[in-house]
């Protein structure tokens, strides 16, 4: 079985500009939906625990729809639906690449929606009462006190999902987004050796998540507080 493997094809498409483009403009993609999906969950985030109804429905409502229908089916939607109803998306601007971008920040906004929310509530909310009464606005409370200790929380889950928007990226090749997966299809129906393309396609993910699992390691130990190593205070006694 091995000796049909073909190295020489396999070293080739792992090596070809098309091949190495393809991931980079999958992790393009992949830290521009990342991007503008925290941004985005962070307020709908904050939208969920506000006292008004309305706006706590419109959150529930956002997430219910995007974690409810497929991530294929939101793409090809925002690709050849959205342009019927808005004609201003029949523009040459509207390339395939932002329509991914658009589909896949949408979806995982709710997602990271959830894990805000989840990071906000870790807090002790006794330190929010502790920071008005310091005579601090919720906006420096958030900013200074609930942030950075959710900060921590938060990096474990968030590397996650920045891990599977990276594999969703593949997703978009249905809409004639060039990345990674679209190139080693291209090259496995000109050549026929799937194993061999596709194996160079897989040693391309697993270096890019492999890559992206030590940051997030290091991004941990770096919001990780503790005290070893530290020096005792010393308390002098008057």
């Given at each position: 079985m091995l000796a049909s493997f073909d190295t020489h094809t396999f070293w080739g498409a792992l090596t070809s500009g098309p091949f190495w483009k393809?991931?980079?403009?999958?992790?393009?993609?992949?830290?521009?939906?990342?991007?503008?999906?925290?941004?985005?969950?962070?307020?709908?985030?904050?939208?969920?625990?506000?006292?008004r109804r309305a706006v706590r429905g419109f959150v529930f409502f956002y997430s219910w729809l995007f974690r409810a229908t497929p991530t294929l089916l939101q793409l090809i939607f925002i690709w050849d639906a959205l342009p019927q109803f808005w004609g201003v998306f029949n523009g040459s601007w509207f390339t395939p690449f932002f329509a991914a971008w658009i589909a896949l920040s949408l979806n995982e906004g709710a997602y990271m929606a959830e894990i805000i929310r989840a990071g906000l509530l870790s807090v002790d909310p006794g330190q929010e009462v502790a920071g008005r009464a310091l005579g601090m606005s919720?906006?420096?409370?958030?900013?200074?006190?609930?942030?950075?200790?959710?900060?921590?929380?938060?990096?474990?889950?968030?590397?996650?999902?920045?891990?599977?928007?990276?594999?969703?990226t593949s997703l978009a090749s249905v809409i004639s987004v060039h990345e990674l997966l679209t190139a080693a299809?291209?090259?496995?129906?000109?050549?026929?050796?799937?194993?061999?393309?596709?194996s160079a396609a897989l040693v391309y993910y697993l270096v890019i998540v492999s890559v992206l699992m030590i940051l997030q390691s290091r991004l941990e130990r770096r919001f990780t507080w503790t005290s070893r190593g530290r020096k005792p205070v010393e308390v002098v006694h008057a």
């Open positions: 393809g991931a980079l403009l999958a992790i393009a993609l992949t830290c521009a939906t990342m991007g503008a999906a925290v941004a985005l969950g962070f307020f709908l985030a904050l939208g969920r625990t506000s006292k919720r906006r420096q409370i958030l900013r200074r006190v609930v942030v950075p200790q959710a900060i921590r929380i938060v990096i474990p889950p968030t590397g996650n999902e920045f891990i599977t928007v990276l594999k969703l299809n291209e090259d496995a129906s000109v050549k026929f050796q799937y194993a061999e393309v596709y």
